[in-house]
């Protein structure tokens, strides 16, 4: 069976993601959205809610879970039996950073691949960052994230003033 760990910090999951996460599910036995514990970074959503909203957003998608993890991607992966990294490309200045993380953890594991799919372009400029900037900024943020993340985005940057 081969099982594939999309990881990062959906802080929140944007479009982009789920995107990726839906075409990766017609690739592969099983895909595994892994949310990071991120306990330098300072997140905006809780992990329980990152992890829900990934779930409600991927709940049509038979063969994806979503799990959370903390310390190495590469002992996560071991846990799950995974074989497989799954990474969006954005743009050229994702690539450096991108290809350093991937060649760290073939070293830390020979056995494990990063595979990058592309971005659609429609998400090419889009992050989570960006997101909550617009939306702290009271810009519109519609299509670029799930309803009910836009609905939340709008209700915390009004009620924090
Ligand atoms: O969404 P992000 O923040 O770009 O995701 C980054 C993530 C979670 C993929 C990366 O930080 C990660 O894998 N962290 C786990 C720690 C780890 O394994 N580090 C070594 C990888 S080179």
Redo the contacts with the bound molecule.
């Keep these: 069976m081969r099982i594939a760990v999309c ?4 802080d929140p999951v944007t479009n982009g993601h789920l995107d990726i996460i839906a075409r990766a599910s017609k690739m592969f036995d099983k895909v595994i959205v892994a949310v ?1 514990k991120n306990s330098s970074k300072n997140s905006m959503f809780a992990l329980e809610e990152r992890v829900e909203m990934l779930r409600i957003n991927s709940a049509g998608l038979g063969n994806v879970e979503v799990d959370s993890f903390s310390g ?3 002992d996560f992966m071991k846990l799950k039996d995974a074989q497989i990294i799954i990474k969006g490309l954005r743009a050229v200045s994702d690539f450096e950073y991108e290809m350093q ?1 991937a060649l ?2 073939r070293k830390l594991d020979s056995n494990i691949e990063t595979v990058f799919m592309m971005t659609s372009s429609k998400y090419s400029y889009l992050s989570s960052s960006l997101v909550k900037e617009v939306a702290r900024h009271g810009g519109c943020i519609h299509g670029l994230v799930p309803d009910l993340i836009e609905e939340e985005l709008i209700k915390r940057f009004n009620i924090g003033g």
Excluded: A, C, T, Y
């Design positions: 990881p990062g910090s959906f990071l190495l991607l590469i993380m760290m953890n």
